[in-house]
T-cell receptor, first 113, second 113 residues
Framework: NAGVTQTPKFQVLKTGQSMTLQCAQD?????MYWYRQDPGMGLRLIYYSASEGTTDKGEVPNGYNVSRLNKREFSLRLESAAPSQTSVYFC????????????FGSGTRLTVV | GQQLNQSPQSMFIQEGEDVSMNCTSS?????WLWYKQDPGEGPVLLIA?????ELTSNGRLTAQFGITRKDSFLNISASIPSDVGIYFCAGLNYGGSQGNLIFGKGTKLSVKP
C-alpha cells in the first residue's frame, strides 16, 4: 500500500515558470488537501477537495490552482512561480467520517529562484 | 478562524530527559490529534484523542484531551535520539469551512545524545 504519493520530491523553478505538483492516494479517501510548510509557520492549507468534483480555497490560495482529476488524484498548479512560493508542499487525504485525521505524503521541496 | 497555540516552539534536551508540550485553543474540538514529522518526511499520526479528559499512551508517549476540550498535552518520557523532529497538535471538527483539521505551528525537538 503506497498511501499518498507525491511527485516530484524536489524541483527548482525559475521565476515565472509554471509547474504542476502531482498527488495520488490509493486508499479510496474522499477528501484531499494541499498544504505548504515554511519555517515557523507550521502547515498552512492552500486548497482542499472535500469530494470528487469539488474544490475550495484554504488559508493561502493566491498564486495556486488545483484540479481534482478523479477520486485518486489532486494536483496543485503554479502558473507563474514566484520566490515567495519556495516551500515544502504536502498533500494529504482523509476518509469520509474519519476520526483519525489525515494521511500525508512525503512532500515536494520546491525552490523558486 | 480557529487557531491553535502550541508551545514551546522548540526544545533542546538531553537524551533520557522527559518532554512536555501543549496546545490551547479558544474554540472547542471534538478530537485532538498529535503528529510527528521526521526530517524530510510528511507528518505521521502518533495519538488520537476522542473524549474530554481522555488520557492515552503509545509506548513512551502520553497525551491527554483537556476537560474543557480546548487544550491537549503530549509527554514523551525518557527521550531518545530518534525522537528528533517536529511535533504538531491538531484539532478536528467536522463541517469546518476550511477543511476539518486545524494545526498548531509545531514544536521542534532536538535531542543531544
Amino acid at each position: 500500500n503506497a498511501g499518498v504519493t507525491q511527485t516530484p520530491k524536489f524541483q527548482v523553478l525559475k521565476t515565472g515558470q509554471s509547474m504542476t505538483l502531482q498527488c495520488a492516494q490509493d486508499m479510496n479517501h474522499n477528501s484531499m488537501y494541499w498544504y505548504r510548510q515554511d519555517p515557523g509557520m507550521g502547515l498552512r492549507l492552500i486548497y482542499y477537495s472535500a469530494s470528487e468534483g469539488t474544490t475550495d480555497k484554504g488559508e493561502v490560495p493566491n498564486g495556486y490552482n488545483v484540479s481534482r482529476l478523479n477520486k485518486r488524484e489532486f494536483s496543485l498548479r503554479l502558473e507563474s512561480a514566484a520566490p515567495s512560493q519556495t516551500s515544502v508542499y504536502f498533500c494529504a487525504s482523509q476518509a469520509r467520517g474519519a476520526l483519525n485525521g489525515y494521511t500525508f505524503g512525503s512532500g515536494t521541496r520546491l525552490t523558486v529562484v | 478562524g480557529q487557531q491553535l497555540n502550541q508551545s514551546p516552539q522548540s526544545m533542546f534536551i538531553q537524551e533520557g530527559e522527559d518532554v512536555s508540550m501543549n496546545c490551547t485553543s479558544s474554540s472547542i474540538f471534538n478530537t485532538w490529534l498529535w503528529y510527528k514529522q521526521d526530517p524530510g518526511e510528511g507528518p505521521v499520526l502518533l495519538i488520537a484523542l476522542y473524549k474530554a479528559g481522555e488520557l492515552t499512551s503509545n509506548g513512551r508517549l502520553t497525551a491527554q484531551f483537556g476537560i474543557t476540550r480546548k487544550d491537549s498535552f503530549l509527554n514523551i518520557s525518557a527521550s531518545i535520539p530518534s525522537d528528533v523532529g517536529i511535533y504538531f497538535c491538531a484539532g478536528l471538527n467536522y463541517g469546518g469551512s476550511q477543511g476539518n483539521l486545524i494545526f498548531g505551528k509545531g514544536t521542534k525537538l532536538s535531542v543531544k545524545p
